[in-house]
């Protein structure tokens, strides 16, 4: 397996631009996470979903922020607006059963 | 909620180094223990486990030992390489029967040949 696929690896955009970062996780994985992190306040849970259901959205930051799981393959994580304060390594992780979780490879994102 | 409290870095050692991170935990009960590493760009892999009070788990030459007395699972490894060099996460659950881990802040180990 290729493991947790994420795309892109890099954005730069504007405050105000609306961004969508992409995550296909490891088939057969029923959990799937998604993490920021940043030097300030380290590795934070934003989001995370079993078998495509959303379980706890709690870390969300705040309305800006949406998170989807249309099917086992695919999840999104956008920011509408987006602001410099969002600028952050975004991680998304999927796992076979509870507390295994094997990272994809990040999206940092800059917000100028 | 549980949390987890690291020794902080950054860690510098020469090749062959004798290697401790201190990791300690404040739980309900006895939960799970996890060490996660971070090499430099890509994202965190568990690196070791142990599931209940006095288990030892180990990996690629890593060790850590599940102390409930003094609520510790210390990182060791006794003779670290170059390759080592990452960001090293000491995890548990947030909370009894969560499916949502808590991580340390990280360390930063460097090696120098």
């Known amino acids: 397996d290729a493991g947790v696929i994420q795309s892109p690896r890099h954005e730069v955009t504007e405050m105000g631009q609306e961004v969508t970062l992409r995550c296909k996780p490891i088939?057969?994985?029923?959990?799937l996470f998604w993490y920021r992190q940043t030097m300030m306040r380290g590795l934070e849970l934003l989001i995370y979903f079993n078998n495509n259901v959303p379980i706890d959205d709690s870390g969300m930051p705040e309305d800006r922020f949406s998170a989807k799981m249309p099917n086992a393959s695919f999840s999104t994580l956008k920011i509408q607006p987006s602001e410099p304060r969002d600028s952050a390594v975004y991680f998304c992780?999927?796992?076979?059963?509870?507390?295994?979780?094997?990272f994809g490879p990040g999206t940092r994102l800059t917000v100028t | 909620g549980n949390s987890v409290t690291q020794m902080e870095g950054p860690v510098t050692l020469s090749e062959e180094a004798f290697l401790t991170i201190n990791c300690t935990y404040t739980?309900?009960?006895?939960?799970?223990l996890f060490w996660y590493v971070q090499y430099p760009g890509e994202g965190l892999q568990l690196l070791l486990k142990a599931t209940k009070a006095d288990d030892k788990g180990s990996n690629k030459g890593f060790e850590a030992t599940y102390r409930k007395e003094t609520t510790s699972f210390h990182l060791e490894k006794g003779s670290v390489q170059v390759s080592d060099s990452a960001v090293y996460f000491c995890?548990?659950?947030?909370?009894?029967?969560?499916?949502?881990?808590?991580f340390g802040k990280g360390t930063k180990l460097t090696v120098n040949p």
């Open positions: 995890a548990l659950p947030s909370q009894g029967g969560s499916e949502k881990l808590v």
């Open positions: 739980a309900t009960g006895y939960p799970s």
């Open positions: 088939s057969g994985h029923d959990y």
């Open positions: 992780a999927s796992s076979p059963i509870v507390y295994e979780q094997y």
